[in-house]
């Protein structure tokens, strides 16, 4: 018989989820408002950057507001309270995702300065930073939600 889904579980599978739909609800919003209309716009490192520096708090205050919603929900609705203290196996699953974590994104800060090394546009660079930023959160998520299955 399988085991119910902890609570780390859980958690670990909201951020991926939120991750993703943050990624892709604001790649189509900038999209659809900015660069369809205008491609040439992202050679203009201005707009880049700027895209770039509402994108990150804009994730930080979703997920935020998602964890509380799911610490709720999860309250009034499984009956579960979050876990009161983490154990060793918890910290030891947080320090090997973080290491898987920033491994990936290490790869695509090399990446990025490689294109700009082989005189690829700005936007290439900004693009590289951003993908590996999200290709890491995701992967630690997907790395916990591995270890809380299988073990450490």
């Given at each position: 018989?399988?085991?119910?889904?902890?609570y780390q579980?859980k958690q670990?599978?909201?951020?991926?989820?939120?991750?993703?739909?943050?990624?892709?609800?604001?790649?189509?919003?900038?999209?659809?408002?900015?660069?369809?209309?205008?491609?040439?716009?992202?050679?203009?490192?201005?707009?880049?950057?700027?895209?770039?520096?509402?994108?990150?708090?804009?994730?930080?205050?979703?997920?935020?507001?998602?964890?509380?919603?799911?610490?709720?929900?999860?309250?009034?609705?499984?009956?579960?309270?979050?876990?009161?203290?983490?154990?060793?196996?918890?910290?030891?699953?947080?320090?090997?995702?973080?290491?898987?974590?920033?491994?990936?994104?290490?790869?695509?800060?090399?990446?990025?300065?490689?294109?700009?090394?082989?005189?690829?546009?700005?936007?290439?660079?900004?693009?590289?930073?951003?993908?590996?930023?999200?290709?890491?959160?995701?992967?630690?998520?997907?790395?916990?939600?591995?270890?809380?299955?299988?073990?450490?």
């Open positions: 018989m399988k085991e119910p889904i902890s579980e670990s599978i909201l951020s991926l989820v939120n991750t993703v739909l943050i990624l892709v609800i604001y790649s189509l919003y900038v999209y659809n408002r900015y660069i369809s209309h205008s491609p040439e716009i992202l050679h203009d490192m201005k707009f880049l950057g700027k895209a770039f520096l509402i994108l990150i708090p804009f994730t930080v205050v979703v997920q935020v507001v998602m964890h509380i919603l799911f610490v709720i929900f999860n309250k009034v609705i499984a009956r579960e309270d979050p876990p009161e203290k983490e154990d060793e196996m918890d910290k030891l699953i947080e320090l090997k995702s973080i290491r898987l974590s920033h491994w990936v994104f290490i790869v695509g800060f090399f990446l990025a300065m490689t294109s700009q090394a082989m005189g690829m546009a700005p936007y290439v660079m900004f693009l590289s930073f951003v993908v590996s930023g999200f290709l890491a959160g995701m992967l630690s998520d997907i790395a916990k939600i591995w270890y809380y299955r299988k073990g450490v």
